[in-house]
């Protein structure tokens, strides 16, 4: 565990220290608020809002509301429905949270109904603490008709405290044959 640890941490050092500023796409900020209330034992309705993909540069909010089923102790499994207001379609999406032990994982596999975009984030972390966590993640996002994907991951670091997160990462990332890591900071609102 130990070893994880160490190759995490300097995996972003060697990142954050590496590459001159012209080396590197440009950053992501990402700001989501999250909000559910528990329906029965085992399922509960989450609303999620982001209010841009990147709050650098553009505002184009998104909305989702899932239906969250603990399918096992070790299994959470939520298909959502979505609106993108920047595109003004309907997202359908499902989301997959596999927990053993101190390691979850967290995926998202995502299409716009009407444009046919689609989006895809996971992420398997390790929890060190209940404040920390580390692992890594990819993201990548594009069209199915037409291609154009764009893929990143890289390691991540995540601060958790009750009712707010602050997730950072730096992703690799591939776009028309050419790739640049990237600064990646999610901040994260929990409301009950």
Not at 17 to 33: E, H, M
Request: hydrophobic share 45%.
């Amino acid at each position: 565990m130990k070893r994880f640890v160490v190759l995490s941490m300097v995996l972003i050092a060697i990142c954050l220290f590496s590459l001159s500023a012209k080396d590197w796409s440009d950053s992501r900020i990402r700001l989501l608020a999250h909000a559910s209330d528990s329906l029965a034992q085992s399922s509960q309705l989450r609303f999620h809002f982001i209010p841009s993909g990147n709050l650098v540069g553009e505002v184009k909010p998104i909305g989702y509301l899932g239906l969250g089923w603990k399918a096992a102790d070790w299994l959470d499994i939520e298909p959502v429905l979505g609106w993108s207001f920047a595109t003004d379609e309907p997202i359908v999406s499902v989301r997959v949270t596999p927990i053993w032990k101190d390691f979850w994982s967290w995926t998202d596999i995502e299409l716009n109904t009407t444009t046919h975009n689609g989006y895809w984030f996971s992420q398997v972390d390790y929890q060190l603490s209940r404040m920390i966590h580390i692992g890594v993640e990819g993201e990548g996002w594009g069209n199915f008709d037409h291609g154009n994907w764009s893929h990143g991951f890289g390691p991540d670091v995540l601060l958790r405290l009750k009712q707010m997160g602050i997730d950072l990462a730096v992703h690799y990332r591939t776009y028309q044959k050419e790739s640049k890591p990237e600064f990646v900071m999610r901040i994260h609102f929990f409301f009950k």
